[in-house]
């Protein structure tokens, strides 16, 4: 195993119902604790509502935890691509295009240069002068996909990204994606396919009502996450034996 690059210690994240700051608080994620590998795709797994895309946001700098901590390498970057994209929708899609890769850390003249490779992979060029709120959520994907692919973020974070788009794309953005595992790329990737899990992941983690319920080999637990099929509309009842890695 390559060395750790980012370590969540004990992290939560709350929010309350009301401005009351005596209010109950509802906790998100409860003591998640998990260390990611420098070039391992890591897959989170879990129902609808578990807390999955809410890790992405943590992964990603988005948002703070309100408890626990979370450590990671100096100068490392990380992008989230997910169907709720960080687009500015009355810009264009080039515009995006150029202000997602200048955040990434590439100057102007490295945007503009990189944009020829965003249009080519998406395959969306006669959209680019276009403002991004007339995109659909395929067209969005994949102007996001091919932004990531551009951009080379230390760690990329999909969230169900590789299920979108008509069966040409998600093909090519597979193919794309094990490109870049093979290349030493870092990925965190949540979808609820364990199929899309199994393809790209050594290592799971499973994530029920905000907690960890595994993390450990692929195989080991996505047989029990796929075990508990007909009762994830409510909290799983069986206990895991898959260990952390």
Same mark, same amino acid.
């Given at each position: 195993? $390559?060395?750790?690059?980012?370590?969540? +210690?004990?992290?939560?994240?709350?929010?309350?119902?009301?401005? $009351?700051?005596? =209010?109950? &608080?509802?906790?998100?994620?409860? +003591?998640?604790?998990?260390?990611?590998?420098?070039? /391992?795709?890591?897959?989170?797994?879990?129902?609808?509502?578990?807390?999955?895309?809410?890790?992405?946001?943590?992964?990603?700098?988005?948002?703070?935890? $309100?408890?626990?901590?979370?450590?990671?390498?100096?100068? @490392?970057?990380? %992008?989230?691509?997910?169907?709720?994209?960080?687009?500015? !929708?009355?810009?264009?899609?080039?515009?995006?295009?150029?202000?997602?890769?200048?955040? %990434?850390?590439?100057? @102007?003249?490295?945007? !503009?240069?990189?944009?020829?490779?965003? @249009?080519? *992979?998406?395959? @969306?060029? !006669?959209?680019?002068?276009?403002?991004?709120?007339?995109?659909?959520?395929?067209?969005?994907?994949?102007?996001?996909?091919?932004?990531?692919? %551009?951009?080379?973020? +230390?760690?990329?974070?999909?969230?169900?990204?590789?299920?979108?788009? +008509?069966?040409? *794309?998600?093909?090519?953005?597979?193919?794309?994606?094990?490109?870049?595992?093979? =290349?030493?790329?870092?990925?965190?990737? #949540? =979808? !609820?396919?364990?199929?899309?899990?199994?393809?790209?992941? /050594?290592? #799971?983690?499973?994530? /029920?009502?905000?907690?960890? &319920?595994?993390?450990?080999?692929?195989?080991?637990?996505?047989?029990?996450?796929?075990?508990?099929?007909?009762?994830?509309?409510?909290?799983?009842? &069986?206990?895991?034996?898959?260990?952390?890695?």
């Amino acid at each position: 195993m $390559n060395r750790e690059i980012m370590t969540f +210690d004990n992290v939560g994240l709350a929010y309350r119902r009301s401005l $009351n700051p005596f =209010s109950e &608080k509802n906790w998100v994620l409860k +003591d998640i604790s998990f260390q990611l590998y420098r070039g /391992e795709v890591l897959g989170v797994i879990g129902r609808n509502g578990a807390g999955k895309s809410t890790l992405l946001r943590l992964l990603a700098g988005i948002i703070a935890p $309100n408890q626990g901590s979370i450590s990671k390498e100096r100068g @490392i970057r990380s %992008q989230l691509l997910t169907l709720n994209l960080g687009f500015i !929708h009355k810009l264009s899609g080039f515009d995006n295009a150029i202000m997602s890769l200048v955040t %990434q850390g590439k100057t @102007i003249k490295e945007a !503009h240069e990189l944009v020829a490779g965003v @249009i080519d *992979f998406s395959g @969306i060029g !006669h959209l680019m002068d276009h403002s991004v709120s007339t995109y659909s959520a395929g067209e969005r994907a994949r102007l996001g996909f091919a932004i990531a692919m %551009q951009a080379t973020p +230390d760690i990329l974070l999909l969230d169900e990204m590789l299920g979108v788009g +008509d069966k040409e *794309f998600k093909v090519k953005s597979g193919k794309a994606l094990k490109e870049r595992v093979q =290349s030493d790329q870092t990925a965190v990737l #949540v =979808s !609820h396919s364990p199929t899309t899990i199994r393809k790209f992941c /050594e290592r #799971v983690l499973w994530i /029920e009502e905000g907690a960890v &319920k595994a993390l450990g080999p692929a195989d080991t637990v996505l047989d029990e996450y796929e075990e508990t099929a007909p009762t994830r509309g409510n909290s799983p009842s &069986k206990t895991t034996t898959a260990t952390a890695a």
